[in-house]
């Protein structure tokens, strides 16, 4: 059954100019792009966005990195999409995941681990409706 998932290619891999080889490997997965944005998140985004952490103590830390500079957000659609995201994306810490998963190739640290995907279809629906229109998913 296809369903859908949400990402986003953090300020780390824009900058290093890796969007392209995220993306790629996405696509490869057999994920069909819904709807595709580079986005500049502001403070109050970013702390919208991740409100289900800021009690944890990473929160500022987290909000100021994902402010740091453009990211590009996606809708993406496959079968079984939010598990077989996470599991290309690898561990939270770039040093734990699996080689060849994206974190493991491009991350940098648990902070700045390249990638960002939803963790339930549940969450999936959130995410994509904080970025997207359901008109612009195509």
Known sequence: MSNRTFTIVKPDSVRKG??????????????KILGLKKASLSQKQAEGFYAVH???????DLVKY???????????????AVAHLRKIMGATDPTKADAGTIRKDFGESIEQNAIHGSDSDENAKIEIAFFFAESELM
């Open 18 to 31: 890796n969007f392209g080889k995220v993306i790629s490997r996405v696509e490869a997965e057999g994920f």
């Open 54 to 60: 800021r009690e944890r103590p990473f929160f500022k």
């Open 66 to 80: 994902m402010t740091s500079g453009p990211v590009y957000v996606a809708a993406l659609e496959r079968d079984n």
